[in-house]
């Protein structure tokens, strides 16, 4: 593919490796081809990952390094996506800039849709998209407008009323202009270069690529089996994920015939190989061509293409392709279908018609068509006078996602009457393939299209589509209940016009100023992120992007299958007589300790005699390159034997008393007692599902071992270097002195590189010590998935006392978080759960129990937030059900009821005063202008049957530091060079979090010289020993400090200021320093930090764990659709009391990063588990991180003005964590309109929703009369349902019912 052949034989490493399955868009590059019909030059983005190197003949690339650099000239692009802040850790950024670069090369004046629809295609995980879009926004001519108003009318520059703006996060005045001449030219000699006939031959596989139509009918009648690579968008994959081979592959993509496209006035013909953006772009342009009756089909379609994959899927991906991958969740095939569209195919044989219907789709990927077919078009009709078509699509995510049910409908009337004369329903993701709904189309066909047929053709349908229990991909009940729901939309869509929504864009409030600060001082302004014009460039070094070493392994991890087995033994002989094998690295070769010890447990490093879970590392391959490590890995044979009961959920932990130990508890007054005093007793629970950390660069390392003294060179991305120094030193038995561990950036990393990685670098480390070369591993995104565990699931149980005016008197919660199979840092995450279980609230009498149960999944780690988000969601959850019960407003019984209001002690006896949550949550309030807003929402709900709105406001307290204490120390190492440059080390890693722009500010201003003459290297443990991991939100707090104190507490050795002031006052910094160097001044220093005295006692349960508080609220507005259970996020107003900020635009990025992040917790993300505890969810086709589409489409963040911190470098606060808890605003509005319409279904009072609220939960809940209907329906007995289908382990009720009834099932066919 493009993309190694970017990255190792071109070394442009500029293009990133994200996910490997065009998925994530992190390898974007554009490609430039001639038209030669039209004489012009096409470019499109694609994603480098699927695009085979011999299918780009004639075609130029162009990637991130080719528009521009820091050397010559940054290309605008790239420069406003940086100066925007919109570069955090800086992964994703390379193919965001090309995504945008080339819209910008068709487009140079897009507007916002455009922006959008190029952007979403690409993934961050980092910033949350706004401060992305708001660069590239910058090239819109809508961009002079905040679009607060959205883009239609009441635009502000009309002089309809301004919103306030007190101050820009980036200046818009200086930015490069956008100057098309400079672009690179498309090369002439691609333009003249002769198209000949080409056949490519590799190890096991022969490309062959015709020019001509009759070239290709040869090929395809020779070799019948062979695919057509179009757009290797369903191919590639199956190469690469699912291991198909093809011997021989035809690439007919410079067979003009296919690329036909024919207009007449029966319809239009495209040619099978034009991709579904050149579709898109055609129909787009009849739909404004021809009277809007002729196009409902056109409309149908382009309804579809809209939200198919992303923009460098369609870029590339064949409308021949799509038809004949027979997808059965395809979103055109329902709608050609349904549409009466045609195929002409040819072969050998001739030519012939084949109309696209239910025959023509014969089973899972199949079709009619012989083996020998080529298709050579598809007709796509005009619709006719009465003839109304729609096409409807639910998907996990609303762009970019593969369909959960799919529908193309199309009704024809009677002339002048309701009666109908054609119908036809196609769904796609109810069976095998595109199917039809024949049987309710014909019992419809000749009756009044009215409330009666509808009402018997849902029955019918319900009968007609009747899913199997084993349906892959499972959610039976919701795809069941879907088929219904979409057919009503069609119904209500025939009547009207869905209201549709616009991008309203964002606004920014800095509340507070700088006044009296010296221009110069950097601190407190929104200073761009030190890297991000070399992230945005592609020339910010990588893990994976550091040279291939002289002699260089690859390491491949191989684990076990089984999710609870013994190993009876290892077979390595086939691996090794793989060519390139060099070794297989198992426990015995470990010369050090073969375990790590966390919270005093201990955990294997490789697997000895046992496995715990399908995942668990048993041992390692290494090869000369990646694919013969790969290969020899699939050839260990490990023989098991099974042991008997595996443990996947919490039930079945608690079943089975398996937990890591100890058990924690805590209590404030008498909960037992108070519950005697109380007006209510109500008692409820809630599921939340894990989170899987989805960082765009995959854990990755190189160990160089020196030759010498049994030193070695580690070179990894991981968020605590000196764990994984330690960890390595122990595991092969040196001292730490002997290894060195070097971090220049992180990719993204959330909590989940700290133990992780470590334990990974220490395999590499073996291998690179046993066989004495340098070892790389890199993870592919399946595997880190796979192996490195996630956000712990928790199950929440409360039991709440509270009194008729909504007072809390006594709660009782219990915690039961899945561990997975070893510790890991699951104890001190239980710890933090209870630490937070009072959120914001000042209950009297409050009782928290946790455990951390102990299965047979995956281990899983810290994950931003570390347990706060899990915790409050089941406080938060416990408030709600206290005002669903007492029938009263959520907000008054958080804020005025409930919420701490003056100075106070927490459970754990530790005092604060609660000013500025107070503040917060009034000025969300205030700034959200809820009170009017709530009014508009139940008026809508009074007006709206199927769709309903929802707000909640959600107040957070998040207490800062680590809790042991000893954790809070920091270092830094600063050299002051004879030319007055500056080289700053300290202890924290860049994640994309900022702290490397943060600590040159501070050192800026420590030392009263620019940020230019400060350079900040990599965390290096040799120049920063025992540092302590980036997390916590502490590391500008300890590091800062680190930072500072070595100037301001006065290093003796850092004795510059005497000559500064004393001796040559009319000095500048340079002389001083030279003055300083030949006085014998030392010009090296280091600070050192020992932070604040934290501690918990867990036996007197009192403690002052925390340094401070960060404070904020956050209120959240949606939209749900009652029918399919989708949502959008309407507004979203934060109010963040973060002191006073560092660095603004720094940490208005991690709150908008963790919001996102949080609402894809609360919302969209979900774990998919097998019955076995197989991970099914192992990339971004079936796990889906809020993409661009999700932003809200109001986002306002607010910073409180007027906080000061004393605990903290510059009454700064601590902000990475906290905001991520406040995605669960969107939840709790979701769970308000879900409330909403459960009113219209009789049902009033507490229920349980679990996270996330993904559609199929929400449309669940909400239990309109089509759920009612499936639910009803006796054909499929419910707790059957998901027997061989994903289902989050979470839910692990219904695995226990359907394991019962699995074992009913069973002894049933015994016995018959
Ligand atoms: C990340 C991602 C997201 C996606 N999201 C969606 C989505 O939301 N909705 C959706 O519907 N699809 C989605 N898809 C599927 C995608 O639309 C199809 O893979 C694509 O349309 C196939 O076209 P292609 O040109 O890439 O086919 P290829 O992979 O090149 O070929 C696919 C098959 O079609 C055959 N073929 C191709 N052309 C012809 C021809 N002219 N005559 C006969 N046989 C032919 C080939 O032999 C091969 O078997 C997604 C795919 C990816 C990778
Ligand atoms: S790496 Fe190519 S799309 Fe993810
Ligand atoms: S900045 Fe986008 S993934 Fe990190």
């Not at 955090?88 to 080339?102: A, D, L, R």
């Not at 003249?192 to 096991?204: A, K, P, S, T």
């Given at each position: 593919?493009?993309?190694?052949?970017?990255?190792?034989?071109?070394?442009?490493?500029?293009?990133?490796?994200?996910?490997?399955?065009?998925?994530?868009?992190?390898?974007?590059?554009?490609?430039?081809?001639?038209?030669?019909?039209?004489?012009?030059?096409?470019?499109?983005?694609?994603?480098?990952?699927?695009?085979?190197?011999?299918?780009?003949?004639?075609?130029?690339?162009?990637?991130?390094?080719?528009?521009?650099?820091?050397?010559?000239?940054?290309?605008?692009?790239?420069?406003?996506?940086?100066?925007?802040?919109?570069?955090?850790?800086?992964?994703?950024?390379?193919?965001?800039?090309?995504?945008?670069?080339?819209?910008?090369?068709?487009?140079?004046?897009?507007?916002?849709?455009?922006?959008?629809?190029?952007?979403?295609?690409?993934?961050?995980?980092?910033?949350?998209?706004?401060?992305?879009?708001?660069?590239?926004?910058?090239?819109?001519?809508?961009?002079?407008?905040?679009?607060?108003?959205?883009?239609?009318?009441?635009?502000?520059?009309?002089?309809?009323?301004?919103?306030?703006?007190?101050?820009?996060?980036?200046?818009?005045?200086?930015?490069?202009?956008?100057?098309?001449?400079?672009?690179?030219?498309?090369?002439?000699?691609?333009?003249?270069?002769?198209?000949?006939?080409?056949?490519?031959?590799?190890?096991?596989?022969?490309?062959?690529?015709?020019?001509?139509?009759?070239?290709?009918?040869?090929?395809?009648?020779?070799?019948?089996?062979?695919?057509?690579?179009?757009?290797?968008?369903?191919?590639?994959?199956?190469?690469?994920?699912?291991?198909?081979?093809?011997?021989?592959?035809?690439?007919?993509?410079?067979?003009?015939?296919?690329?036909?496209?024919?207009?007449?006035?029966?319809?239009?013909?495209?040619?099978?190989?034009?991709?579904?953006?050149?579709?898109?772009?055609?129909?787009?342009?009849?739909?404004?061509?021809?009277?809007?009756?002729?196009?409902?089909?056109?409309?149908?379609?382009?309804?579809?293409?809209?939200?198919?994959?992303?923009?460098?899927?369609?870029?590339?991906?064949?409308?021949?392709?799509?038809?004949?991958?027979?997808?059965?969740?395809?979103?055109?095939?329902?709608?050609?279908?349904?549409?009466?569209?045609?195929?002409?195919?040819?072969?050998?044989?001739?030519?012939?018609?084949?109309?696209?219907?239910?025959?023509?789709?014969?089973?899972?990927?199949?079709?009619?068509?012989?083996?020998?077919?080529?298709?050579?078009?598809?007709f796509i009709p005009v619709s006719r006078q009465g003839e109304f078509m729609r096409a409807f699509r639910q998907a996990p995510r609303k762009e970019n996602a593969l369909?959960?049910?799919?529908?193309?409908?199309?009704?024809?009337?009677?002339?002048?009457?309701?009666?109908?004369?054609?119908?036809?329903?196609?769904?796609?993701?109810?069976?095998?393939?595109?199917?039809?709904?024949?049987?309710?189309?014909?019992?419809?066909?000749?009756?009044?299209?009215?409330?009666?047929?509808?009402?018997?053709?849902?029955?019918?349908?319900?009968?007609?589509?009747?899913?199997?229990?084993?349906?892959?991909?499972?959610?039976?009940?919701?795809?069941?209940?879907?088929?219904?729901?979409?057919?009503?939309?069609?119904?209500?869509?025939?009547?009207?016009?869905?209201?549709?929504?616009?991008?309203?864009?964002?606004?920014?409030?800095?509340?507070?100023?700088?006044?009296?600060?010296?221009?110069?001082?950097?601190?407190?302004?929104?200073?761009?992120?030190?890297?991000?014009?070399?992230?945005?460039?592609?020339?910010?070094?990588?893990?994976?992007?550091?040279?291939?070493?002289?002699?260089?392994?690859?390491?491949?991890?191989?684990?076990?299958?089984?999710?609870?087995?013994?190993?009876?033994?290892?077979?390595?002989?086939?691996?090794?007589?793989?060519?390139?094998?060099?070794?297989?690295?198992?426990?015995?070769?470990?010369?050090?300790?073969?375990?790590?010890?966390?919270?005093?447990?201990?955990?294997?490093?490789?697997?000895?005699?046992?496995?715990?879970?399908?995942?668990?590392?048993?041992?390692?391959?290494?090869?000369?390159?990646?694919?013969?490590?790969?290969?020899?890995?699939?050839?260990?044979?490990?023989?098991?034997?099974?042991?008997?009961?595996?443990?996947?959920?919490?039930?079945?932990?608690?079943?089975?008393?398996?937990?890591?130990?100890?058990?924690?508890?805590?209590?404030?007054?008498?909960?037992?007692?108070?519950?005697?005093?109380?007006?209510?007793?109500?008692?409820?629970?809630?599921?939340?599902?894990?989170?899987?950390?989805?960082?765009?660069?995959?854990?990755?390392?190189?160990?160089?071992?020196?030759?010498?003294?049994?030193?070695?060179?580690?070179?990894?991305?991981?968020?605590?270097?000196?764990?994984?120094?330690?960890?390595?030193?122990?595991?092969?038995?040196?001292?730490?002195?002997?290894?060195?561990?070097?971090?220049?950036?992180?990719?993204?990393?959330?909590?989940?590189?700290?133990?992780?990685?470590?334990?990974?670098?220490?395999?590499?480390?073996?291998?690179?010590?046993?066989?004495?070369?340098?070892?790389?591993?890199?993870?592919?995104?399946?595997?880190?998935?796979?192996?490195?565990?996630?956000?712990?699931?928790?199950?929440?149980?409360?039991?709440?006392?509270?009194?008729?005016?909504?007072?809390?008197?006594?709660?009782?919660?219990?915690?039961?978080?899945?561990?997975?199979?070893?510790?890991?840092?699951?104890?001190?995450?239980?710890?933090?759960?209870?630490?937070?279980?009072?959120?914001?609230?000042?209950?009297?009498?409050?009782?928290?129990?946790?455990?951390?149960?102990?299965?047979?999944?995956p281990s899983n780690t810290a994950f931003r937030g570390f347990g706060v988000p899990q915790s409050m969601l089941v406080t938060e959850n416990m408030i709600n059900d206290?005002?669903?019960?007492?029938?009263?407003?959520?907000?008054?019984?958080?804020?005025?009821?409930?919420?701490?209001?003056?100075?106070?002690?927490?459970?754990?006896?530790?005092?604060?005063?609660?000013?500025?949550?107070?503040?917060?949550?009034?000025?969300?309030?205030?700034?959200?202008?809820?009170?009017?807003?709530?009014?508009?929402?139940?008026?809508?709900?009074?007006?709206?049957?199927?769709?309903?709105?929802?707000?909640?406001?959600?107040?957070?307290?998040?207490?800062?530091?680590?809790?042991?204490?000893?954790?809070?120390?920091?270092?830094?190492?600063?050299?002051?060079?004879?030319?007055?440059?500056?080289?700053?080390?300290?202890?924290?890693?860049?994640?994309?979090?900022?702290?490397?722009?943060?600590?040159?500010?501070?050192?800026?201003?420590?030392?009263?010289?620019?940020?230019?003459?400060?350079?900040?290297?990599?965390?290096?443990?040799?120049?920063?020993?025992?540092?302590?991991?980036?997390?916590?939100?502490?590391?500008?707090?300890?590091?800062?400090?680190?930072?500072?104190?070595?100037?301001?507490?006065?290093?003796?050795?850092?004795?510059?200021?005497?000559?500064?002031?004393?001796?040559?006052?009319?000095?500048?910094?340079?002389?001083?320093?030279?003055?300083?160097?030949?006085?014998?001044?030392?010009?090296?220093?280091?600070?050192?930090?020992?932070?604040?005295?934290?501690?918990?006692?867990?036996?007197?349960?009192?403690?002052?764990?925390?340094?401070?508080?960060?404070?904020?609220?956050?209120?959240?507005?949606?939209?749900?659709?009652?029918?399919?259970?989708?949502?959008?996020?309407?507004?979203?107003?934060?109010?963040?009391?973060?002191?006073?900020?560092?660095?603004?635009?720094?940490?208005?990025?991690?709150?908008?990063?963790?919001?996102?992040?949080?609402?894809?917790?609360?919302?969209?993300?979900?774990?998919?588990?097998?019955?076995?505890?197989?991970?099914?969810?192992?990339?971004?086709?079936?796990?889906?991180?809020?993409?661009?589409?999700?932003?809200?489409?109001?986002?306002?963040?607010?910073?409180?003005?007027?906080?000061?911190?004393?605990?903290?470098?510059?009454?700064?606060?601590?902000?990475?964590?906290?905001?991520?808890?406040?995605?669960?605003?969107?939840?709790?509005?979701?769970?308000?309109?879900?409330?909403?319409?459960?009113?219209?279904?009789?049902?009033?009072?507490?229920?349980?929703?679990?996270?996330?609220?993904?559609?199929?939960?929400?449309?669940?809940?909400?239990?309109?009369?089509?759920?009612?209907?499936?639910?009803?329906?006796?054909?499929?007995?419910?707790?059957?349902?998901?027997?061989?289908?994903?289902?989050?382990?979470?839910?692990?009720?219904?695995?226990?019912?359907?394991?019962?009834?699995?074992?009913?099932?069973?002894?049933?066919?015994?016995?018959?």
């Open positions: 593919m493009l993309l190694s052949y970017l990255r190792e034989r071109l070394r442009l490493t500029g293009t990133k490796y994200g996910c490997g399955g065009g998925g994530c868009g992190a390898c974007t590059v554009m490609v430039s081809r001639y038209q030669p019909g039209t004489k012009t030059i096409l470019h499109y983005s694609a994603n480098a990952c699927l695009l085979p190197v011999c299918q780009l003949q004639g075609a130029a690339v162009t990637t991130v390094e080719g528009i521009g650099n820091t050397r010559t000239r940054v290309h605008p692009v790239q420069e406003r996506i940086a100066k925007a802040h919109g570069s955090q850790c800086g992964f994703c950024t390379p193919g965001m800039v090309m995504s945008m670069y080339t819209l910008l090369r068709n487009k140079p004046q897009p507007n916002m849709e455009d922006i959008t629809v190029a952007l979403g295609g690409n993934l961050c995980r980092c910033t949350g998209y706004r401060p992305i879009v708001d660069g590239c926004k910058t090239f819109s001519p809508e961009s002079n407008c905040c679009q607060a108003n959205g883009n239609g009318a009441g635009c502000c520059l009309n002089g309809d009323s301004p919103p306030e703006r007190s101050e820009n996060l980036f200046d818009q005045e200086d930015l490069l202009p956008l100057d098309p001449t400079q672009d690179l030219i498309f090369p002439p000699e691609l333009i003249v270069r002769q198209q000949d006939y080409q056949l490519f031959r590799g190890e096991r596989m022969v490309w062959v690529s015709p020019v001509s139509l009759e070239e290709l009918i040869q090929l395809k009648t020779s070799h019948p089996q062979a695919p057509l690579v179009m757009g290797n968008t369903n191919i590639g994959p199956d190469i690469k994920f699912k291991g198909a081979w093809h011997p021989i592959i035809i690439s007919p993509t410079r067979v003009q015939e296919l690329f036909e496209v024919t207009k007449t006035p029966q319809g239009v013909c495209f040619g099978a190989g034009c991709s579904l953006s050149v579709v898109k772009a055609l129909l787009e342009g009849l739909v404004q061509e021809i009277p809007e009756e002729k196009t409902e089909i056109y409309r149908s379609l382009l309804q579809q293409l809209g939200n198919l994959g992303g923009q460098q899927i369609r870029n590339v991906a064949s409308i021949g392709g799509n038809i004949v991958s027979a997808y059965p969740n395809s979103d055109l095939n329902p709608v050609f279908a349904a549409g009466n569209c045609t195929l002409n195919v040819v072969s050998k044989r001739g030519r012939r018609e084949i109309l696209l219907n239910k025959d023509f789709f014969v089973g899972f990927g199949k079709t009619s068509l012989k083996p020998d077919e080529i298709v050579l078009s598809v369909a959960t049910v799919t529908t193309g409908m199309r009704v024809m009337f009677t002339e002048g009457s309701s009666v109908v004369k054609e119908l036809s329903i196609y769904y796609g993701g109810v069976g095998p393939c595109t199917v039809s709904a024949t049987k309710t189309c014909a019992a419809v066909i000749g009756r009044k299209w009215d409330e009666q047929t509808l009402s018997e053709a849902y029955t019918q349908l319900l009968d007609e589509i009747s899913l199997s229990p084993s349906h892959p991909g499972g959610q039976v009940e919701f795809r069941r209940s879907l088929t219904l729901s979409l057919l009503f939309k069609f119904n209500l869509q025939m009547l009207h016009k869905l209201w549709e929504m616009v991008w309203t864009g964002s606004l920014f409030a800095l509340i507070g100023s700088l006044l009296g600060q010296s221009g110069d001082d950097p601190v407190g302004r929104p200073i761009m992120h030190r890297s991000a014009i070399s992230q945005a460039t592609g020339e910010a070094v990588y893990c994976d992007d550091i040279p291939k070493m002289d002699g260089e392994l690859h390491l491949v991890l191989v684990t076990s299958t089984r999710p609870h087995a013994k190993i009876l033994d290892i077979d390595i002989s086939e691996a090794l007589r793989v060519p390139g094998v060099v070794d297989v690295i198992t426990s015995k070769d470990i010369p050090g300790k073969k375990f790590r010890t966390f919270t005093g447990i201990d955990e294997g490093i490789l697997a000895q005699n046992e496995v715990s879970c399908v995942g668990h590392m048993v041992c390692a391959v290494v090869a000369d390159n990646r694919k013969q490590a790969k290969r020899g890995a699939a050839l260990v044979k490990i023989a098991y034997e099974d042991l008997p009961g595996p443990v996947f959920t919490v039930e079945e932990a608690i079943e089975k008393q398996s937990f890591f130990l100890p058990q924690r508890m805590i209590e404030r007054g008498n909960v037992d007692e108070a519950f005697d005093k109380v007006d209510h007793i109500y008692e409820g629970e809630i599921r939340l599902g894990g989170q899987e950390h989805f960082y765009m660069e995959t854990q990755s390392m190189v160990v160089v071992p020196s030759g010498e003294e049994r030193e070695l060179k580690v070179y990894l991305s991981c968020q605590h270097p000196t764990y994984a120094q330690e960890s390595i030193a122990e595991t092969l038995g040196i001292p730490s002195n002997r290894v060195s561990c070097h971090v220049k950036r992180v990719g993204g990393a959330f909590g989940g590189k700290v133990t992780k990685t470590s334990i990974i670098a220490c395999i590499t480390s073996v291998a690179a010590w046993k066989t004495g070369r340098a070892v790389r591993c890199v993870l592919e995104r399946g595997e880190d998935m796979l192996i490195t565990g996630a956000r712990h699931p928790v199950l929440g149980k409360h039991k709440v006392g509270f009194m008729n005016d909504g007072r809390i008197i006594a709660a009782d919660l219990h915690y039961y978080a899945n561990s997975g199979n070893t510790a890991d840092e699951s104890l001190l995450v239980i710890e933090k759960i209870l630490l937070h279980l009072d959120n914001a609230y000042n209950v009297p009498n409050l009782r928290g129990r946790s455990v951390a149960c102990k299965t047979n999944l206290v005002a669903m019960k007492l029938g009263c407003n959520a907000e008054e019984v958080r804020g005025q009821i409930n919420m701490y209001k003056e100075v106070s002690l927490t459970h754990y006896k530790f005092e604060f005063d609660p000013k500025n949550l107070l503040r917060c949550w009034d000025e969300c309030k205030e700034k959200s202008d809820y009170g009017s807003r709530r009014k508009s929402v139940a008026q809508f709900n009074q007006q709206n049957r199927w769709k309903k709105r929802g707000m909640a406001t959600i107040p957070i307290k998040y207490g800062i530091a680590f809790s042991d204490g000893f954790l809070n120390q920091a270092a830094s190492l600063v050299h002051i060079y004879k030319d007055g440059s500056v080289l700053v080390s300290h202890g924290g890693t860049e994640m994309g979090q900022g702290i490397h722009t943060k600590m040159q500010q501070v050192a800026s201003r420590e030392l009263h010289i620019p940020a230019s003459l400060i350079h900040i290297t990599e965390t290096n443990t040799s120049a920063v020993p025992n540092t302590c991991p980036s997390a916590a939100s502490f590391g500008t707090d300890a590091n800062g400090m680190a930072v500072k104190v070595q100037y301001c507490l006065g290093s003796p050795h850092m004795d510059i200021q005497p000559i500064d002031q004393k001796q040559n006052p009319e000095g500048t910094w340079q002389t001083w320093v030279t003055s300083a160097f030949i006085q014998r001044i030392s010009l090296s220093a280091t600070g050192y930090y020992r932070g604040h005295d934290l501690y918990m006692d867990w036996e007197k349960q009192e403690g002052q764990p925390y340094a401070y508080f960060t404070y904020g609220a956050c209120c959240s507005e949606v939209e749900v659709d009652c029918l399919t259970g989708d949502y959008r996020t309407v507004r979203t107003d934060i109010v963040m009391d973060i002191g006073r900020s560092i660095n603004p635009s720094v940490d208005i990025g991690q709150i908008e990063g963790a919001f996102i992040q949080g609402l894809g917790l609360y919302t969209l993300e979900e774990l998919k588990f097998s019955p076995s505890g197989v991970l099914y969810t192992r990339g971004p086709s079936q796990y889906k991180i809020p993409a661009v589409c999700d932003i809200p489409l109001q986002f306002n963040v607010y910073l409180l003005s007027g906080s000061d911190n004393p605990h903290a470098i510059y009454s700064s606060k601590g902000i990475g964590e906290p905001v991520l808890f406040l995605g669960s605003s969107v939840f709790f509005a979701i769970k308000d309109a879900v409330a909403a319409a459960r009113v219209e279904a009789g049902m009033v009072g507490p229920f349980t929703l679990n996270s996330p609220a993904t559609p199929e939960r929400t449309c669940l809940a909400c239990n309109t009369p089509f759920t009612q209907k499936v639910r009803r329906c006796h054909h499929l007995c419910f707790c059957c349902q998901p027997i061989l289908c994903f289902k989050t382990y979470c839910d692990s009720q219904t695995r226990i019912r359907e394991r019962n009834h699995r074992l009913k099932l069973i002894s049933i066919t015994q016995q018959t």
